[in-house]
């Protein structure tokens, strides 16, 4: 267990050489929420898009629920 010490001894050097004096387990990695939510920020815009597109423009309203769900599903991806 003593190369975990003399780790945690070297991240608080650098942390305190930086300023960044903030609470155990808070605040040292940004956030990956960010990475969770925008996928799925893009997903309805598209699929409501492609649905559109396939349904009135092409004039298959058959085809635009499949159309629809494969963009939304390739956007989430």
Same mark, same amino acid.
């Given at each position: %267990? ?7 001894? *070297? #991240? ?5 050489? @930086?300023?960044?004096? &903030? ?9 990956? %929420? ?7 920020? *893009? #997903? ?5 898009? @492609?649905?559109?597109? &396939? ?19 390739? #956007?989430?991806?």
């Amino acid at each position: %267990m003593g190369s975990a010490r003399r780790a945690q001894a *070297l #991240t608080n050097a650098v942390e305190a050489k @930086t300023g960044r004096n &903030v609470r155990r387990g808070q605040g040292k990695e940004p956030q990956l %929420m960010l990475l969770t939510i925008a996928p799925l920020t *893009l #997903t309805f815009p598209f699929t409501l898009t @492609t649905y559109l597109f &396939v349904a009135h423009t092409l004039n298959a309203p058959d085809q635009a629920l499949n159309a629809a769900l494969l963009a939304g599903g390739v #956007t989430a991806v």
